[in-house]
Nanobody, 127 residues
Framework: QVLPAESGGGLVQAGGSLRLSCATS????????MGWFRQAPGEEREFVAA????????GYADSVKGRFTISRDNAKNTVYLQMNSLKPEDTAVYYC????????????????????WGQGTQVTVSS
């Protein structure tokens, strides 16, 4: 099983950019679809973006489509979330998650599918 660990969060002004990284320990990273979720204070955890194990398929929440890009480097066992044109409503703790899968082109936009979660990284966007 892989163990995700997020980094790259911080404080940024509205309109700015951040890149989150999620490094994974363990073996068989290429058998895991990966996802990013976020949770704002008082809110439920919500889907942000996901990528298939091969990297060939990606999906995004409507709220981030066109602004965020998910990618992965299977040689480095790492998944990334590039966040551009950030808005105050993007403020949340961002979590990386891993889902074991046999399907190389399937991504999962729902939390219940994921087997392992990171501790989260705080992203704060000031207005």
């Amino acid at each position: 099983q892989v163990l995700p660990a997020e980094s790259g969060g911080g404080l940024v002004q509205a309109g700015g950019s951040l890149r989150l990284s999620c490094a994974t320990s363990g073996r068989s990273f290429t058998y895991y679809a990966m996802g990013w979720f976020r949770q704002a204070p008082g809110e439920e955890r919500e889907f942000v973006a996901a990528i298939s194990s091969s990297g060939g398929s990606t999906g995004y929440a409507d709220s981030v489509k066109g602004r965020f890009t998910i990618s992965r480097d299977n040689a480095k066992n790492t998944v990334y979330l590039q966040m551009n044109s950030l808005k105050p409503e993007d403020t949340a703790v961002y979590y990386c998650a891993a889902a074991r899968t046999y399907y190389s082109l399937t991504y999962y936009p729902y939390a219940a599918k994921y087997d392992a979660w990171g501790q989260g990284t705080q992203v704060t966007v000031s207005s």
